[in-house]
């Protein structure tokens, strides 16, 4: 867990660092960084770290992917907290981003949090050939294959009037793009600034994200119904919003079940590959959470 604590304040001291750059309108700045130095669990940065050591890669060089990937979701959070998407006030315990600074400046803050996101990864000292391929796999995963487009199925579903079995293939299809892509890739992003990664090692350590991916995002469906708004920080809006989720379709028992056979089954990917106790512990963080 120190570990885990240590890559999280190289995270934080990153993203701080960026947003002493001179950027102006004053405005926009403060809009820009608001959301990604709020706080936050940081479980994608952990996650890529984590999987980074496994594969012997430079920690140094890490943190620009790691911190990225923040980027990235702290503009998801933004967005999605408009009143167009999930219409929230609170995010990680403060106003929303639009709260403070207006829909529009909002907007632009997510832009630009996903446009520099891979700025950062760009202008990093990994390998050009691992910079491509980073940037391959992140920017699918959280653009119009993954996030977007879970983003945009869930959206669409909310008060569908569909069957249950429909249901069920819908709210797969959205828990496994809207929010399980980018952590997956949050995953082998990490992995691929190492060196010398085996096929093997790379599909296990592929699918040991999705399961979690998937997991994470049962837990927090199960956190809008028995969680304690003051922990997790935000309002619960999932019966508000009639948002399709795993609780509704399968009852809250069963889909912490459904979480728990994830855990397991991503444990069974990499509990024989070296140096996997990180990715161990953030599994066990994912699907015990109250927060
Ligand atoms: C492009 C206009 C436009 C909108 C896109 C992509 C998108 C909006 C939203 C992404 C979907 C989304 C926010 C999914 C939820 C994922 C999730 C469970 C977020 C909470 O993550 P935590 O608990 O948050 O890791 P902290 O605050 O701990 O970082």
């Given at each position: 867990m120190e570990t885990l604590n240590k890559y999280r304040l190289l995270t934080d001291n990153f993203i701080d660092n960026l947003s002493k750059?001179?950027?102006?309108?004053k405005k926009f700045k403060e809009a820009l960084f608001y959301t990604p130095k709020s706080?936050?669990?940081?479980i994608r940065a952990l996650l890529t770290f984590s999987s980074a050591e496994m594969f012997n890669a430079d920690i140094d060089k890490v943190v620009f992917v790691a911190a990225a990937i923040e980027l990235i979701h702290a503009y998801s959070l933004i967005h999605d907290d408009l009143p167009a998407m999930?219409?929230?006030?609170?995010r990680r315990g403060k106003p929303s981003n639009h709260k403070v600074f207006g829909e529009d400046m909002a907007i632009l803050a997510g832009d630009g949090l996903n446009t520099h996101a891979f700025n950062v990864i760009a202008d990093s000292p990994l390998m050009p050939e691992q910079k491509i391929e980073i940037i391959k796999h992140l920017s699918k995963a959280a653009g119009i294959y993954g996030m977007v487009n879970g983003q945009a199925a869930d959206i669409l579903s909310?008060?569908?009037?569909?069957?249950k079995n429909q249901q069920k293939k819908l709210v797969n299809f959205i828990h496994k793009h809207k929010t399980a892509k980018l952590i997956q890739s949050s995953v082998v992003c990490g992995a691929l600034c190492?060196?010398?990664?085996?096929d093997t090692d790379f599909n296990k350590i592929s699918k040991y994200g999705l399961y979690i991916g998937v997991a994470f995002q049962i837990i927090d469906d199960c956190l809008d119904i028995v969680g304690d708004e003051k922990l997790l920080g935000?309002?619960?809006v999932d019966e508000i919003n009639n948002t399709l989720t795993y609780p509704k379709i399968y009852g809250l028992e069963r889909s912490y079940k459904m979480a728990e056979v994830l855990k397991n089954m991503a444990f069974n990917e990499i509990?024989?590959?070296?140096?996997s106790e990180n990715l161990i512990n953030i599994a066990k963080l994912v699907v015990e959470r109250k927060q």
């Amino acid at each position: 867990m120190e570990t885990l604590n240590k890559y999280r304040l190289l995270t934080d001291n990153f993203i701080d660092n960026l947003s002493k750059e001179n950027i102006v309108p004053k405005k926009f700045k403060e809009a820009l960084f608001y959301t990604p130095k709020s706080g936050g669990k940081r479980i994608r940065a952990l996650l890529t770290f984590s999987s980074a050591e496994m594969f012997n890669a430079d920690i140094d060089k890490v943190v620009f992917v790691a911190a990225a990937i923040e980027l990235i979701h702290a503009y998801s959070l933004i967005h999605d907290d408009l009143p167009a998407m999930d219409n929230d006030d609170f995010r990680r315990g403060k106003p929303s981003n639009h709260k403070v600074f207006g829909e529009d400046m909002a907007i632009l803050a997510g832009d630009g949090l996903n446009t520099h996101a891979f700025n950062v990864i760009a202008d990093s000292p990994l390998m050009p050939e691992q910079k491509i391929e980073i940037i391959k796999h992140l920017s699918k995963a959280a653009g119009i294959y993954g996030m977007v487009n879970g983003q945009a199925a869930d959206i669409l579903s909310s008060g569908a009037d569909v069957g249950k079995n429909q249901q069920k293939k819908l709210v797969n299809f959205i828990h496994k793009h809207k929010t399980a892509k980018l952590i997956q890739s949050s995953v082998v992003c990490g992995a691929l600034c190492g060196r010398n990664i085996k096929d093997t090692d790379f599909n296990k350590i592929s699918k040991y994200g999705l399961y979690i991916g998937v997991a994470f995002q049962i837990i927090d469906d199960c956190l809008d119904i028995v969680g304690d708004e003051k922990l997790l920080g935000k309002k619960k809006v999932d019966e508000i919003n009639n948002t399709l989720t795993y609780p509704k379709i399968y009852g809250l028992e069963r889909s912490y079940k459904m979480a728990e056979v994830l855990k397991n089954m991503a444990f069974n990917e990499i509990k024989d590959m070296k140096k996997s106790e990180n990715l161990i512990n953030i599994a066990k963080l994912v699907v015990e959470r109250k927060q």
